[in-house]
C-alpha cells in the first residue's frame, strides 16, 4: 500500500510537470507522447500486465482491459486529423484508478485488521513436560496426554482440562467478551485464550491441528472462498458484460461517422465519445466494492465473536423467519445443578448432605451436582456398603443407617410412601427422593439452568422478524414445557431422537415461506446432522462439539444465543450495504453511458466518465466499510 501511495504521488507530481512542459512548449505530437508515457508507465504497469495476461490465457474481458484500451485510445487520439489531444486525461484516468485501488487496499487492510487480532489467538510455542523435564516446543509437537505449563501472559496452546493451579483467561480475541473467565482444577479450557494470572498445568485431549484454536483460524481464512450468490452474481456478469461493452464502443465510434461530410472528423468526435464510453462503463465499483463489503461483514462479525463461514451465508443468515434450537448447551448451560430442596421432618441441610455422602462415588451429572451443592464431605460421616442399583438409584449405610437416593421406582422398592409437594410447582427438572431406614425423608430437584440471555435473545429475535421459535429436545415433556414457557418459544417437541430432529427439520423446511430461510442452534455430536440439513447451521464454539462447529455455517465463541439477532442483523445491514452500492453504481454508470453516447457532455465527457468508474468506485468502497462496524 505504502508503494502504491509513493507511485500515486510521483505520478502526480510527473503529469503536472509534463503539462507544464507541453503547455508552455511547441513540441510535435510524437514528443508530447513520449513525454507523457513516462507517468503513464509508471502508474499503469501492473494493469497493463494484468490486461496482457487476461489475453494471453484467453479472458481479456474483465474492468483492467477496458481501462487499458480506453486510455491508449486517449493517448492516441491526438493523431487524428483535427483531434484535439487527450493525453493528459490519459494519464489521469489511470492515475485516479489507482487511487480507487488505494482505497480499496486501505478498506481491506481495515477489514483484515479486524480478522487479524482473531489470527493472534495461534500460539507460537508450548512448554510440555517430559520426564519431569520443561521443554519448549512446537504446539504441534505436543502429544495428546502429555501436560503442558501455562505461564500468565502466555497463549493457551493446545485444548485440555486443567490438573493444577487456577487462573483467569482473557477470552476476548473467541468470544468478544472483554470479562475474564476465572478457571481452575478441573476445568476444560481451550486453545486461542489468554492465561491472565496463575500459572497453569493442563492435560492435552486434542492435537494441535485440531485444537480450538486451528480450526477457527482455518474457518476465518477459508470464508472468503465461499462466495454469496450477490458476489458470484457479479463476478458472472463482469465477464458477460464487459464485451457487450467493447461491442457498443466499437458501434459507437465508427458507426455514426457515416452520416458526417467527412467520416475523419466524424471519426475525432465519436472515438473521443467511444472511449469516455469505455472508461465509465468499467464494473470496477461492482466488482470490487460488493466482495468488499461481506469480507467486511464477516471481519464485522469476528470481532463480536461471530464466525460466519462466507459471504453465501450471510444472504440465507438474513433470510431466516424460522429458528429451531437445541435446549442441552444451547438455551440451557448443560449443566446440572440442585434448584429445589424440600425435606421432610429433617433439615435442607442435613438432606444434601446424606445425598452427597451415598452419592459420593458416582460418576452421573447428577451426583456431581449433589456434591458441588454439599463440597464439604470431611465430617466424620461413617459411609459403607455403597450399592447402585441400575435404573433406580443408589443406597448406602451412613451412621448405621440405610439411606437410599434415587427415583419413584426406587422408593416404591422400599416400600417407601412419596408424599405430595406443593412446592414443586414453579420448578421442572429431574426429582430425587431421599429415604431414610425406608421412611420418606425429602426431595431434592436437579435442573439445568436457562442461560441467563436465552429470553432476551428470543424477543430480540421476534424483534428482528423471525416469526417461529421452536424447540427440539431429547429430554422429558415437562421439562420442555417449562422451558418453552420460561423462555416464550412459539413451540416445542420433546422426547426426541437425533433422527427424529431431522425429520422434524425437513417438514419445517416445507412449510416455511418461499424465499425465506430455516437456521438450526445447536451445539452437540448429535446436532451434526441437523446442523448440516438447515438452510443455515448454527453452532455454540466455546463447548460447542467439534462435530457440531463443523457441520454449522455460522459459530458463536461464547455460546450466547443473544449474539444470534446480532448475527442476523449483522448479515442484514451488510446485505443492504451491498444493494446499495450496486445501485448507486449502475444508476451513475447508466446516467453517464447515456449523456456520454448522445454527445451531450462534450468535452466534459471524460472528466465525467473518470467520476463515473473512480469517482463511484471510491464511493463504493468507503461505503462497504460501513459493514466492518455492523
Known sequence: MNKKLIRILVTALLLGLAWLFTTNSELPIGLQLVVYLIPYLLISYDILGEAWEGIREGDPFDEDFLMCIATIGALLIGFLPGAQQQMPEAVFVMLFFQVGELFEDYAEDKSRGSIAKLMDIRPDFARVIRNDKMMTVNPDEVRIGETVLIQPGEKIPMDGVITDGNSSLNTVALTGESIPRTVTKGDVIISGCINVSGVLKVKVQKSFGESTSSKIIDLVEHASENKSKSETFIHKFAHIYTPIVVALAVSIAFIPPFFYDSYANGLTIWLYRALSFLVVSCPCALVISVPLTFFAGIGGASRKGILIKGGNYMDTLSKISTLVFDKTGTLTQGVFEVDAVHP?????????????????????????????????????????????????????????????????????AMGTKIPGCDM????????????????????????????????????????????KNIMLTGDHQKVAAFVAGQLGLDNYYSELMPADKVSHVEQFLKEKPVGRSLGFVGDGINDAPVLARADVGIAMGGLGSDAAIEAADVVLMDDK??????????????????????????????????????????????????????????????????????
Not at 434 to 457: F, R
Open 344 to 412: 421432610d421432618k429433617i433439615t435442607e441441610k442435613e438432606l444434601l448432605h446424606l445425598a452427597a455422602h451415598v452419592e459420593r462415588y458416582s460418576t452421573h451429572p447428577i451426583a456431581s451436582a449433589l456434591r458441588e451443592a454439599y463440597p464439604d464431605e470431611a465430617d466424620n460421616c461413617k459411609v459403607e456398603q455403597v450399592e447402585e442399583v441400575a435404573g433406580q438409584g443408589v443406597k448406602a449405610m451412613i451412621n448405621g443407617k440405610t439411606v437410599c437416593v434415587g427415583n419413584e421406582k426406587m422408593m416404591t
Open 561 to 630: 444465543p443473544s449474539k444470534i439477532p446480532v448475527a442476523i442483523s449483522i448479515a442484514r445491514h451488510t446485505l443492504s450495504i451491498a444493494h446499495q452500492n450496486a445501485g448507486f453504481a449502475i444508476f451513475v454508470k447508466v446516467l453517464i453511458l447515456f449523456l456520454v453516447a448522445i454527445g451531450l457532455l462534450g468535452q466534459l465527457a471524460m472528466p465525467i466518465a473518470v467520476f463515473g468508474d473512480v469517482g463511484v468506485m471510491v464511493i463504493c468502497v468507503i461505503n462497504a466499510m460501513r459493514a466492518l462496524h455492523s
Open 424 to 467: 414443586d410447582k414453579g420448578h421442572a427438572g429431574t426429582i430425587i427422593h431421599v429415604s431414610i431406614e425406608d421412611i420418606y425423608a425429602g426431595h431434592i430437584i436437579i435442573s439445568d439452568k436457562i442461560k441467563e440471555d436465552a429470553a432476551n435473545a428470543i424477543r430480540q429475535l421476534k424483534h428482528v422478524g423471525v416469526k
